[in-house]
């Protein structure tokens, strides 16, 4: 089988954790996932999201004792060198060093270190539970509350274009999916102990995740990158980039954690397997990856040609 398939069920794993077992219906061509599953086929084997729970938490830690010893001690440690300390600011300044002098790395290490220092200490805490990362952490969660979620170079995906973000037009890039991953596995992981301190820690996240991530998600269907809308306007598929998987595993993530509402969380799973449907169907029949076997752990990567005639390639329906 194609990596670049199994690349595609692999982002989608989390979301076939919480189905029930049932058989799929056959597929058209290489549109695996979407037309084995619709909607209502969906409705009846997706665990609710109270009965799914993947992983151990820190309310109901029964299985992190198979985590050895030796890695447990080695994140409490490493959350303690991450425990003291502010949360630097990401000044709107070093923001606009993209479109100022090309730089986007100034930035983006400052927001990179804050995710790895939220997680770091999330798992501290979920080893130990002894509480003495939560305040840390909810200043991480609220910090990041308080930001815009992506990096300046992929602005051009807002209508304003690159610069500043508008937060009017929340964007969906890998690194804002990212954060909504985090957010809800923050959630997911630590729910109770952060409600101690606050029922609202827990809502904020959800609502950021909601506002930032999900509805965005459901609502646009013209970012390159989730390809579905371009099958629907013409009837024909093209190569879409690595963002597909990496995005969606994120979004998946996300929806199955935080979404309450049975309709849209079917929504979001649904048109997760949609769009992963739009990466792999056009891809050449050797799989190739332009970027190589060390980009397969985030996704595969379509090359601009395909192995047929045409570059866009007519829809087999």
Request: aromatic share 10%.
């Amino acid at each position: 089988m194609l990596k670049q398939i199994a690349i595609a069920f692999g982002c989608l794993s989390l979301a076939m954790g919480a189905v029930r077992a049932a058989g799929p219906q056959a597929t058209a061509d290489r549109r695996l996932l979407a037309p084995s599953y619709p909607v209502e086929t969906l409705r009846t084997i997706l665990l609710d999201r109270d009965a799914w729970r993947p992983y151990p938490t820190a309310a109901k830690p029964d299985g992190l004792e198979r985590v050895p010893a030796r890695v447990r001690q080695a994140y409490i440690e490493e959350g303690v060198r991450r425990l003291d300390g502010d949360w630097p600011p990401l000044p709107s300044s070093v923001f606009l060093e993209y479109v100022r002098t090309g730089n986007r790395s100034n930035y983006e290490a400052l927001s990179f270190a804050r995710r790895s220092r939220l997680a770091h200490l999330v798992l501290a805490e979920l080893f130990e539970r002894k509480g003495r990362f939560l305040d840390q952490i909810v200043n991480g969660i609220w910090a990041i509350s308080e930001e815009f979620w992506g990096v300046p170079a992929h602005l051009g995906m807002q209508d304003a274009g690159p610069g500043l973000p508008d937060v009017a037009e929340p964007v969906v890039d890998l690194f804002a999916a990212e954060t909504g991953s985090l957010m809800a596995w923050t959630s997911y992981l630590l729910g109770p102990e952060l409600d101690r301190i606050s029922p609202l820690i827990t809502r904020r996240i959800t609502l950021e995740t909601q506002r930032r991530i999900l509805q965005p998600y459901l609502d646009r269907e013209d970012w390159g990158y989730l390809g579905y809308n371009w099958r629907r306007r013409t009837g024909y598929v093209r190569p879409v980039n690595n963002w597909n998987p990496w995005v969606n595993s994120n979004v998946l993530t996300a929806a199955l954690i935080l979404e309450r509402d049975p309709n849209r969380r079917l929504a979001l799973v649904h048109k997760v397997m949609e769009t992963l449907d739009a990466f792999v169907e056009p891809y050449p029949a050797d799989g190739g990856c332009d970027e190589g076997p060390s980009y397969w752990n985030r996704a595969g990567n379509p090359p601009e040609t395909v192995n047929e005639p045409s570059a866009l390639v007519k829809a087999r329906v």
